[in-house]
């Protein structure tokens, strides 16, 4: 059986942007932010939402691929939006930035060496041992499960599931 093609399929020449959004936790919220994406073109890569330090609120992080000047309109209208406290760009700024892989790749007994060998250089863990595949988890930075994905696909990658990037904006900057 040949492993399902799992490339991404964005447009390489569009620049990459990583948007933090501080909301109220309320239901709809997602969907009038989705829609401020959808009505200016851009597409939503990643998106992360988990509670807040404060229960009543949200973090939203997003990465999304489009045009730098449409951004800035979007950024601007995303906080217009009721339940939307703020929204930061944080394409150029200092932050903390990770995202967690669940790679699942087949292993019968004569390729895991090698397998092996390419998890431990990235510290990866294996979490599930199976009699002709294993399931990889991996955390870091996006190049660097980029970079690891890779590697495994000539192994014989089978399934791929990733977190979407969370960052959180480095000494007292808000995120």
């Known amino acids: 059986m040949a492993a399902p ?15 933090s959004l501080y909301v109220t936790n309320k239901p709809g919220v997602l969907v009038r932010v989705a829609l401020v994406f959808a009505r200016r073109g851009y597409n939503i890569e990643s998106l992360v939402v988990s509670p807040a330090a404060k229960g009543d609120f949200s973090r ?7 045009e730098s000047t449409t951004l800035e309109q979007m950024i601007k209208q995303l906080s ?23 790679v699942k790749v087949a292993a019968p007994l004569e390729a895991r060496t090698g397998i092996l060998e390419i998890a431990e250089h990235f510290n ?10 294993l399931i990889l988890r991996v955390f870091g930075a996006s190049e660097k499960l980029n970079a690891f994905i890779a590697l495994l696909r000539s192994q014989g990658l089978l399934e791929l599931v990733r977190s979407g990037k969370i960052l959180m904006a480095r000494g007292l900057d808000e995120t």
Do not use: F, N, Q, W
């Not at 093609?5 to 948007?19: F, G, K, N, Q, S």
């Not at 990866?124 to 595949?133: L, N, Q, R, W």
């Open 80 to 102: 217009k939006l009721v339940d939307v406290v703020h929204a930061t760009d944080h394409t150029d700024s200092e932050a903390y930035e990770t995202e967690i892989a669940l």
């Open 124 to 133: 990866a863990k294996v979490v599930d041992y199976g009699t002709e595949s």
């Open 5 to 19: 093609d799992l490339t991404l399929h964005r447009d390489e020449a569009l620049p990459v942007h990583t948007i």
């Open 60 to 66: 939203m992080t997003i990465t999304c691929s489009g």
